[in-house]
């Protein structure tokens, strides 16, 4: 399939995980993309890959919670393509910990990088996404659905992220600009390993948010976000989908 031949498409958190899928699998479908993250290495790697499958690429690091180099990058972006027409926000970091543990300071940067981060990007992007009649697709999480063991901060930075689409989805559809997330759950990426998890964990707490077959690998995610993306999705405006194998089922 060829649904992005002719789009532009800015993604966050594009260095690894559900955001170097989602570049791989919009590149193969040809969209042109801007890529952004703060993890040079590994962005610059995505871009590579994303060109071996013949799409136009340009990426540069970005702060996702600083307004000026979030503006400036989507100013960078319809300056070198001269449209956009597609915001994926990925980007988000996890913090997981005791809630009586939590540091204010993270759980400020916590809400910073995943809720504030989400929101510059759309207000930053939908001037643009107005003229081509594009739409956003946000990322947010099993855990603004329900109780996640140890992620208050994570959790409520995600709700935020639902939150904030049900109300671009139905500010803006008049305007031609849908807003849909993404909810995964249970996703074989570096930062859902279990590698995060705080001392003294309770593991039948944990289990809790275990898929009902098995976790997956980011692709499917990606997939989820290609289909939305496109015109396959143009009836879809306001929903909140679940990647997670029945979690919450």
Known sequence: MRRFEGKVVFLTGASAGIGRATAERLAEEGASLYLVDVARDGLDETAKLCAEHGA?????????????????NIAACVERFGRLDVLVNVAGILL???????????????LDVNLIGTFLLCQAAIP?????????????????????????AYGSSKGGVSALTRTLAVEFARQG????????GSILTAMGSGDNLPEDTDMQ???????????????????????????????????????DGGTLS
């Open 56 to 72: 136009e690429v340009a990426q540069d690091l970005c702060d996702v919670s600083d307004e000026e180099q979030v503006h400036a």
């Open 96 to 110: 997981l910990e005791h809630f009586e543990k939590i540091p204010v300071e993270k759980f400020r940067r916590i």
């Open 177 to 184: 600009i849908r807003c849909n997330a993404v909810v995964p």
């Open 205 to 243: 707490l944990v289990m809790r948010a275990t898929a009902l077959d098995k976790p997956r690998k980011a692709e499917v995610v990606a997939g989820l976000i290609a289909m939305l993306a496109s015109e396959d999705g143009a009836h879809i405006n306001g929903e909140e989908i679940r990647v």
């Open 128 to 152: 643009h996404l107005r003229e081509s009649g594009g739409n956003i697709v946000n990322t947010s999480s099993t855990s603004a659905l329900a109780g996640m063991p140890y992620g208050a």
